[in-house]
């Protein structure tokens, strides 16, 4: 997979779990690296498409996937979302607020995506992707392992503001059109809601999984 733009390449290259065959670089781009290939922006141009490579591309191994019993005290659920720009908001957060495991399906078309490890702007370099066949059997793994569920849906019985999250706790974010589904709803301990003024809520699944984060590790 190609990889695009100075801190996502950065982070890429200082990652041991990353195999970079080829580092391609602009006569503009003041990138200091070992064997960088030089070319000009056409060429990155015709490589990429009409994306903001900022001179610097790399060609790398895909990170390899991590297993759900080895996954630390915060992790993530994602189930079902498929744009990999809110994906990429999501693990960028997920890196800032201490959730090293993300849980979920498609993996290999998700964690894959340029287009996803350009918005997570190197944050990607810093998370375990389990990649699952069934997020049901995940969660039930995880109920194995004591962790609490929480799924977020904004018709949950229980305010994110008032919930006490135990230390280890999972999150699970629902597709961006649908939110959860049912199955996983009930496999939940509990369904929270955000609390918002007035009646007009807009938040996508990004910014929901990033408040929700942010809360359980201001707890835990």
């Known amino acids: 997979m190609y990889l695009y733009g100075y801190h996502t390449v950065?982070?890429?290259?200082?990652?041991?779990?990353?195999?970079?065959?080829?580092?391609?670089v602009t006569?503009?781009?003041?990138?200091?690296?070992?064997?960088?290939?030089?070319?000009?922006?056409?060429?990155?141009?015709?490589?990429?498409?009409?994306?903001?490579?900022?001179?610097i591309v790399a060609q790398v191994s895909s990170?390899?996937?991590?297993?759900?019993e080895d996954v630390g005290a915060r992790v993530l659920i994602l189930d079902q979302v498929t744009d990999p720009q809110n994906l990429g908001a999501i693990v960028?957060?997920?890196?800032?607020?201490?959730?090293?495991?993300i849980v979920l399906r498609d993996y290999e078309q998700l964690i894959d995506s340029s287009v996803m490890a350009r918005i997570a702007s190197?944050?990607?370099?810093?998370i375990r992707f389990v990649g699952v066949a069934?997020?049901?059997?995940?969660?039930?793994?995880?109920?194995?392992?004591?962790?609490?569920?929480?799924g977020l849906d904004e018709r949950g019985e229980q305010s994110l503001q008032k919930c006490k999250f135990p230390e280890?706790?999972?999150?699970?974010i629902g597709s961006e059109g649908y939110g959860l589904r049912m199955l996983t709803k009930k496999q939940c301990d509990a369904?929270?809601?955000?609390?918002?003024?007035?009646?007009f809520c807009v938040l996508n699944a990004s910014h929901a999984a990033a408040i929700t984060m942010y809360a359980v590790m201001s707890q835990t």
């Open 10 to 24: 950065k982070a890429a290259l200082s990652n041991s779990k990353r195999q970079v065959q080829q580092v391609y």
């Open 27 to 55: 006569k503009e781009q003041d990138f200091h690296i070992n064997s960088p290939k030089h070319v000009d922006a056409k060429y990155l141009d015709k490589l990429l498409g009409n994306v903001n490579h900022q001179g």
């Open 63 to 68: 990170l390899p996937l991590s297993h759900i």
């Open 92 to 101: 960028r957060s997920a890196a800032t607020f201490g959730f090293y495991d």
């Open 122 to 126: 190197g944050a990607v370099e810093n």
């Open 134 to 150: 069934n997020i049901a059997r995940a969660i039930e793994s995880l109920k194995e392992q004591e962790f609490w569920i929480y």
């Open 168 to 172: 280890k706790s999972a999150i699970v």
């Open 191 to 199: 369904l929270l809601h955000i609390p918002h003024h007035g009646e």
